[in-house]
């Protein structure tokens, strides 16, 4: 048996470290790209599940516009009335003028879902703050002089010639419901019998980055409080409109009880207000040819039966405008168009260390200067058509 | 017996060391991949439950369309063509999910999971202020997706379509549909439901009208109940 009880020499040892070293610098400098890789896929998947969650949230509210507000098959639906998606901001806070498009904001108009339902107005309602009663209509609430409407609800009323205004119930001292006017205040006065719809306004826009705050996908509900976020780091949204190419068109005479008097849209007055009910007289939509049915005052954008058609910016902001061109919260009535809305959303990477130089793939600059430590934006589009908008096509 | 090189582990030592990190880097991204795809799976699965509980109602309408009135579809004595079956009891969702029918008819009846009983449904609460005229929920169209796609290759959803009375009607009989001029007449509430694994379920509400004397019927809101 032999035995050994030396122990290493110097030069053995600086030797054995220094291979040691070398070996385990080699092994690094294989890991380290992997490690850019993983902070850049990591950061890929919560960039995914950003985009998944604001998608989801446009989604849920879009495809809910227009809902409910019918009074009765006459008048099935809200989106019968008023315009469900709106390419400007609505409410008390920082609201764009009549006519305005941008294509970065979207409002999405819904009446709020049974067990509210639409009722009508019992006295006269002038367009300011004030008391408003309501009918008990079938489908109110047994017990409630109201309508089960209460505190916070926000309630539009409307004419059946395309006017309307919301109102914000602040108290209810049954039966009178104490409402607070949202928007310019205006000599209009919507007359007894006009819808009382409990709806809900909800406008989604970014918000740019200030300090200290990413950009952010944010959401505002019409009323005083202030925009809440939705999703970080949403550097893009971008809207398009799809629309009916045909006009609306009056299907029956005003004298036909029945109803729907139009393929969409609010029907014209009577021509000579009630006394010759069969003759259709002036509104936004219609004009005046003394018959019972009305000229459409849009245009013809196609065939009837035909693919829905984009709606550009133009054609949203020219007229003819509703309920007036004078009514102080006109909209074009090229918004009754409307039937489908792409979205296209656009997220960016969190970290500014996973961001390189702004342009085409980082709308944001960052502070990566090599492309292995690239994380860039991701952009989905997708097309969404909210059912309640085209049940009659 | 010859003691070894002492030097010869130093090769194992550098080995086991990058081994482990290079370990450690791929668990972290197969943790990561695997939760994105569960989050994936989850809100695929949300998008499939939703379009199945659309054709379940599509397939609902076509049947009532069919029927000359709709008082006995309220009352229970007519269905759809599409039932596996009788109109309660449990049933089996591929994954090993269940679907208790009688549940859910009374989750949209009373709002919990036992039977309702009439003070139950005529209780006047929020999402049943109606009273009387609280509809009464019955199942109407009813079986696994794949007997409604006409392929065993569709996904594994059970559909249940619920039909109760319009809320607005004033008759304080659910069971009965409004006559005409009753501005309820040819009205009801349709409720479809697809259920899917792991007990992910989608929810659709919609009013449903007959129109042009009986010869179609017509969609007059739709709400996607989550």
Not at chain 1, 141 to 158: F, I, Y
Not at chain 1, 304 to 332: E, K, Q, V
Not at chain 2, 142 to 169: C, F, I
Request: charged share 20%.
């Amino acid at each position: 048996m032999v035995t050994d009880t030396r122990g290493f020499s110097i030069v053995e040892f600086v030797v054995a470290s220094t291979l040691f070293l070398v070996v385990l610098a080699l092994g690094f400098g294989q890991v380290d790209p992997t490690e850019g890789v993983f902070s850049t896929q990591s950061e890929r998947v919560d960039m995914q599940q950003r985009i998944r969650a604001a998608l989801d949230a446009l989604e849920r509210d879009v495809s809910g516009a227009g809902l409910g507000g019918s009074l009765s098959t006459a008048r099935p639906s809200l989106a019968a009335w008023v315009p469900a998606l709106w390419p400007m901001r609505l409410g008390l806070r920082g609201a764009d003028p009549p006519g305005t498009f941008r294509p970065e904001v979207m409002t999405i108009l819904t009446a709020t879902p049974l067990p509210w339902v639409v009722s009508t107005a019992m006295t006269p309602v002038p367009a300011q703050s004030g008391g408003l009663r309501v009918t008990t209509e079938p489908g109110c609430p047994p017990l409630s002089s109201t309508c089960g409407l209460v505190t916070d609800m926000d309630l539009l009323v409307a004419d059946a010639e395309g006017g309307f205004d919301v109102f914000a119930i602040v108290d209810v001292t049954a039966p009178t419901l104490w409402v607070r006017h949202i928007g310019p205040t205006s000599s209009k006065v919507y007359p007894v019998g006009s819808a009382v719809v409990p709806i809900r306004r909800r406008t989604y826009a970014v918000r740019q980055p200030v300090a200290g705050r990413p950009p952010q996908l944010a959401k505002y509900d019409g009323g005083r409080a202030p925009d809440s976020p939705v999703v970080d780091h949403v550097v893009s949204l971008a809207v398009d409109y799809f629309g009916e190419p045909d006009p609306p068109r009056m299907r029956r005479p005003l004298s036909d009880p029945s109803g729907p008097w139009t393929t969409y849209g609010p029907p014209p007055p009577v021509a000579d207000g009630g006394v010759m009910p069969h003759i259709s007289g002036e509104s936004c939509l219609f004009a005046e040819n003394g018959t019972a049915i009305g000229t459409p005052k849009l245009a013809t954008l196609g065939s009837a039966s035909g693919p829905l058609i984009p709606l550009r910016p133009a054609r949203l902001t020219d007229g003819p405008w509703c309920p007036d061109p004078a009514a102080p919260n006109r909209y074009d009535a090229d918004l009754l168009r409307i039937r489908s809305v792409q979205l296209t959303l656009r997220v960016e990477a969190a970290l500014d260390a996973l961001r390189g130089p702004a342009g085409l793939l980082f709308a944001r600059a960052g502070t990566a200067r090599t492309a292995d430590r690239y994380a860039p934006d991701i952009e989905l589009r997708t097309r969404i058509t909210p059912r309640n908008l085209v049940l009659g096509r | 017996m010859t003691r070894g090189n002492p030097e010869r582990g130093m090769a194992l030592v550098v080995v086991l060391a990058l081994a482990g990190l290079l370990t450690a880097a791929t668990a972290a991204v197969i943790s990561i991949a695997s939760t994105d795809v569960r989050i994936a799976a989850g809100f695929r699965w949300a998008r499939q439950l939703e379009h199945a509980a659309e054709a379940g109602l599509h397939r609902a309408l076509v049947d009532l369309k069919a029927l000359p009135e709709w008082t006995t579809v309220l009352s229970g004595t007519s269905r759809s063509r599409f039932v596996d079956g009788s109109p309660s009891g449990v049933r089996t969702v591929a994954g090993g999910a269940f679907v208790d029918v009688d549940v859910e008819v009374a989750l949209a009846g009373c709002g919990r999971v036992a039977p309702c009983s009439d003070a139950d449904r005529t209780a006047i609460v929020q999402a049943r202020p109606w009273g009387p005229n609280n509809p009464r929920w019955r199942p109407f169209a009813y079986g696994p997706l794949h007997a409604l796609a006409g392929t065993a290759g569709a996904a594994p959803v059970y559909l249940l379509v619920l039909v109760g009375d319009d809320p607005r009607e004033i008759d304080g009989n659910p069971d009965v549909d409004e006559t005409p001029p009753g501005s309820g007449a040819g009205i009801i509430r349709l409720r479809a439901l697809a259920f899917g694994p792991a007990g992910s379920r989608r929810a659709i509400e919609a009013t449903v009208a007959r129109v042009g004397g009986g010869a179609g019927v017509r969609l007059l809101d739709w709400q996607s109940g989550g």
